[in-house]
């Protein structure tokens, strides 16, 4: 049956024009299908029936192996292949394997440095849209999500999913390689990188690669001269806030790391390592 009817924004073509109708919302950015619960909007009247399910806690699709609940059999099949060890997406740059194509996509683009997505309110640059959305999230106040055990409130209900594996221990995502487990798969990610030394983000001042953006960001600090964790007790500044919170240790009474010789105390265990070269 030929595709007649054609959009004209793109010149994607349909068979039917309910179709065309439904397909010309991602140019319009109409999304006329509203949840009665938190005002999301959907283009399709399917994607709001899904969406419904972060609200009634509604987890029809359920991981064999794990137990584990989806909302989609779509996040079902994805994660299948933490347990089977599945990586169909590779990249034809590199040769690294992933266990989806956002996955893919994510890495391609990083290693490219491109980040067609940007914040209207930040400028902040993302690699995919999805990433974006849920950027823009955290220039909102609301926290309509709130954890049942200690009254958390979360900005995004799949942040309050990740927050309730600390009460309940929950460790889902666990590691091909060794017997780490984790409680989400962007940190079983990172930690594969140890095994695969696989390090996706690279400095743009200097040639020094790592694990994970993050490490990446806190690294650019050494070049801009950036601080932004400032010691509440005295003037010093700090790039990372593990190392304002190390800091903070000297102005505490607590010493932690005891020398097993003379019983001294130290409020870091590279400053008692060093003390016990004394008694070598």
């Known amino acids: 049956m030929e595709k007649q009817w054609k959009c004209g924004d793109c010149g994607k073509g349909f068979r039917f024009p309910s179709k065309l109708e439904i397909h010309r919302r991602i140019h319009t950015g109409e999304r006329p299908f509203t949840c009665p619960v938190c005002g999301k909007g959907f283009a399709l009247s399917s994607n709001l029936w899904v969406h419904q399910r972060v609200h009634t806690g509604e987890r029809p699709f359920t991981c064999s192996v794990c137990g584990n609940g989806f909302t989609q059999s779509s996040n079902l099949m994805k994660h299948q292949r933490v347990h089977t060890g599945e990586k169909p997406f590779t ?7 992933f266990n989806n194509s956002s996955q893919l996509l994510t890495h391609q683009q990083v290693r490219t440095e491109e980040k067609p997505f940007t914040c209207s309110v930040c400028g902040k640059g993302f690699t995919q849209s999805s990433s974006l959305h849920s950027h823009n999230v955290t220039h909102s106040n609301e926290r309509p999500f ?7 409130g979360f900005k995004r209900s799949q ?14 995502f666990s590691c091909s390689q060794c017997t780490n487990r984790f409680r989400t798969i962007s940190n079983l990610r990172a930690h594969q990188r140890i095994h695969t030394e696989e ?5 743009s001042h200097c040639t020094k690669r790592f694990r994970t953006s993050s490490d990446l960001r806190i690294h650019r600090r050494v070049h801009t001269g950036e601080r932004p964790f400032s010691c509440s007790h005295c003037t010093k500044r700090f790039r990372s806030s593990s190392a304002l919170r190390r800091h903070q240790q000297v102005h505490s009474v607590e010493r932690p790391f005891t020398c097993s010789v003379c019983g001294k105390g130290f409020t870091q265990s590279s400053s008692l390592l060093a003390h016990q070269r004394v008694h070598n």
Request: proline fraction near 6%.
């Open 91 to 97: 990249c034809s740059t590199s040769g690294t394997a």
């Open 146 to 152: 709130k954890c049942s055990d200690c009254g958390s």
């Open 159 to 172: 942040d309050l999913m990740i927050h309730q594996r600390i009460h309940t221990e929950e460790r889902p």
């Open 199 to 203: 390090r996706p983000f690279s400095c």
